[in-house]
């Protein structure tokens, strides 16, 4: 066997295609790349297949339309992209903070799993949140994403398929001259938005009048007011804004790429390497004591794919890619803690720095900044390794056009920790009678550094496959097919509820074996037809129903290769299409312990008391009763499509889908009576509905014209209810979640305020004006709307029989995403943006609830009711205790949680070819770019994705590309 090397440098223009399968058939057309013909193939499970003959309900995406930015992780790429996929941001915290992602919405309630599933290469890919591969990947070692969103689509992963399916491509080495090409981005992070408390006056000023409405006397006198309005006295009347000692203005970002590729007839290869930096937002602590650290999260990508013909029948494919990654944090692994605290303590609980230097503080709340200099440090390291062998003997010499595969890959996950904890003292201070100041005892003690290292999550998975694929051509008939049987194997530390106590129930290895397959035919290019199965197992369930078959159908029509349509000039491509079939979500309940083996009853201590003397008896009983007949969910989906092309320039495709899912598992209260005195079991009774649709459009400038430009845009759209839920009795039938929207809030109606005179009323009659019991009400209290008692009539008593839908589920059911571009001379513009609706936000917690649990007061409170606002008031009368009225779940603290937001902006300038052959490169651009840059919604006191906790985060980079 020969094997050859040609190395040569060249310039390679990867695609970018609109994420519909339609399109790749006509990237050729788009105006601001070169496309590799082999893009036509859309990658479908297990195998690809030619863009036209698609009929199943596919979205895809380029790798490098996703660059175009700078985020932390790949979830973070993929906002208003894909249509179909909806993208929740979970956070910004670096290295901790991952977004949701949902296809086509969810269509499950109780326990059950709701994210897709995740394949990369081929090969399912385990962990949740940070620790899941596909979060760690680099858009430049991407070639495309694709969202599997119906049966016909995603039957063939069986049981795990309900909830659809992502599947990665990486990039792999052609045929042709060594290419290399390296980018560079150097920029910031900045908060987007962080919130607005009041300042120590205000606070001082507004907790006398929350006491006042209290029937209490004022706890700051005129002369405190003073001394907060001035600053004459920091120590004993300070005003310090914690946010402002804890977070810096702006925090370096970077990363660095270089990619490699090339080969010839014997070999082909890609390689890349990745670093990413990221600073997190609080100041450099570790800059002013060695035993803190500054906050910083770092990132390092690797990845080489090679396929190799070892014969002129016998290839194989070798890919290992690996992340190793290391989050730092002053305080601890995660930065919730601190921001709790940031949003909890008044600003004139203490100054940061009593007069000798010490840390101020008290019994009820710690110092922030004494907290980030002096409790010491955390590390967390993790490691991801992806590995695959794929081998392909051609069996042409049995039938043209038949191949048998076998495959093996083994992907780890490791995350450790280690940490460097410590106490400090902080003191409280005061004035005695001549003036001076009296240090309170120490509280807290200072201890030195103590170091434990411990093992915070890992995983390992070990997948076998064997694959026998025919594509053959018969006349007017093109037939493909697939047999595949696959088993995988893996293995958890621990659930997220059991981290540091693994179990043989949480580390029992989750296995699964499948045997699938898929037949397409086209007749003609016009008739297209497609059958996919899976007959999938796992051990998840009892012995003799482990396994279950999941077929799906589908059907296309090419119309406009009929005869009768070419003289529609206007119509270029008209392609109908329709499936149905039947999936599976075996995640019914949580990874570890809690959830295993519910097919098999638990048991536990128990007891009894006997005689009059009342003496126990230890002993042993049931505690879990039994489900022999668990299973897994099943979803029956209808998708009919619509492909078409138009006037040469305009794509279109256009989805409608209804799925119906049942067997989901929940609490069997409407079937099982309470009075046996038994925990009752979980059944799968669920049932719950959804539709909708989705719309995907692009429109291409002429491929000469001197202004190039492009504009796609597609909306999602689905509705769901509950059909069954089996839940228990009630006389309020408001109270019932089936027939409503799956996450839909229940909660006490507002209706305004209570008036003087409505409380005049309730003196004289509590329940002519109803109320709650646990709460004197006063005038400026939130009113509630009185809409059932414990016989579902109304009884003059606020209580939890009075909650009705409220608002809407907290994710949106519309999302859409606008991608348009344009190029002249050199100049490129790219932007992308994302806007959803159909969602309400909650505003609660320290943020929203003035002086509750002892905490801080923001600028929402100034439109707080007195006497004087009575008839404009937006915000409850202030009280100095916690409300046990104004601050329930109720539709007054709900706002609309629909959003437009400008995700990503790039301006580049390639330089003219002339320059860059002087300077003997192919290419050289500059570009600057930013991600997350503006956000038009209805919530003015932060960004509705994200309330509370580590604020959401603008990045502002600028960087180069060259290739050689």
Known sequence: ????????????????????????????????????????????????????????????????????????????????????????QGGSEPGASTPGLFVRGVNTIGGAATAPLYVIDGFISNGSGPSNALMQLMPEEIESVSVLKDASATAIYGARAANGVVLITTKAGRSGPLKVSFTTKQGFNQAQYLPKFLDSYQYASLFNEALRNDGLAERYSQADLDAYRTGADPYFHPNVNWYDQVLRKIAPASSYNLNFSGGDNYVRYYVMLNALNSQGLFKKFGDQNEESSNSKYSRYNFRTNLDINLTTRLSAQFKIAGALEQTMNPNNYTTGGTFSLLASLPPNAFPVYNPDGSFGGSSLYANPVGNMLATGFYKNNSRTILSSLKLTEQLDMLTPGLSVS??????????????????????????????????????????????????????????FQGSLDYKRSFGKSDLSGMLLFSSDNVTLFGSSAEPGTPSANSTDPYKHNAASGRLSYVYNNKYIAGFSASYMGSESFPEGKRYGFFPAGSLGWIASNEGFMKQVKAIDFLKLRGSYGLT???????????????????????????????????GYAEINIANPNLTWEKEKMLNLGMDATIFKRLDIAFDYFKRDRYDILV????????????????????????????????????????????????????????????????????????????GQPLGLKAIGFYSQQDIEKRLADPKSVPGVLTEVIRAGDIKYEDVGGADGKPDGIIDGNDRVAIGKPGLPNFTAGLHGGLRYKGFDLDLVFQGVSGNTVYLGGNYFHAFQANGQVAAIAEGRWTEQTASSATYPRLSSKDNLNNYQFSSFWQRNGSFVKLRSAEIGYTLPTPVSDKLRLETIRFFVNGTNLFSWDKVPYGDPESLAGYPVTRTITAGFRIQL
Do not use: W
């Not at 780890?412 to 004035?431: D, T, V």
């Not at 009678?433 to 030195?448: K, M, R």
């Open 1 to 88: 066997m020969k094997i050859a090397f040609i190395f040569k440098t060249c310039l390679v223009l990867v695609p970018q295609v609109l994420c519909l399968p339609l399109l790749a058939q006509r990237a050729e057309k788009a105006d601001t790349v070169v496309v590799d013909p082999e893009s036509a193939a859309v990658q479908i499970g297990y195998g690809t297949q030619p863009a036209q003959h698609i009929t199943s309900a596919i979205s895809t995406v380029q790798g490098t339309s996703l660059e175009k930015n700078f985020t932390l992780n790949l979830g973070n790429t993929l906002y208003g992209r894909l249509p179909g996929l909806t993208v929740s």
């Open 406 to 463: 076998a495959a093996v890959s083994i992907n780890n996950y490791f995350e450790s920790g280690s940490q460097k904890s410590k106490q400090y003292p902080r003191f409280a201070i005061s004035k005695n009678d001549a003036g001076e100041t009296v240090y309170g005892p120490a509280i807290g003690q200072l201890t030195s550094l103590v170091g434990s290292e411990i093992t915070l999550d890992q995983y390992r998975n070990l997948i």
């Open 584 to 618: 599976g979500n075996d995640l019914i309940a949580g990874l570890g312990l809690s959830g295993r083996y519910a097919y098999m009853p638990t048991y536990g201590g128990a007891g009894y008391f006997f005689g009059t003397g009342n003496n126990g008896a230890g």
């Open 667 to 742: 609490a069997s209260n409407a079937t099982m009576p309470q009075f046996t005195g038994i925990p009752t079991p979980n059944l799968n009774q669920g049932k719950t509905r959804s539709a909708g649709f989705e719309l995907a459009l692009r429109f291409n400038s002429r491929k000469d014209a001197a202004l190039g430009y492009f504009l796609e845009g597609n909306v999602s759209y689905f509705k769901n209810k509950i059909v069954f839920n089996a839940e228990a009795l009630q006389f309020n039938k408001e109270l019932y979640a089936t027939g409503r929207q799956i």
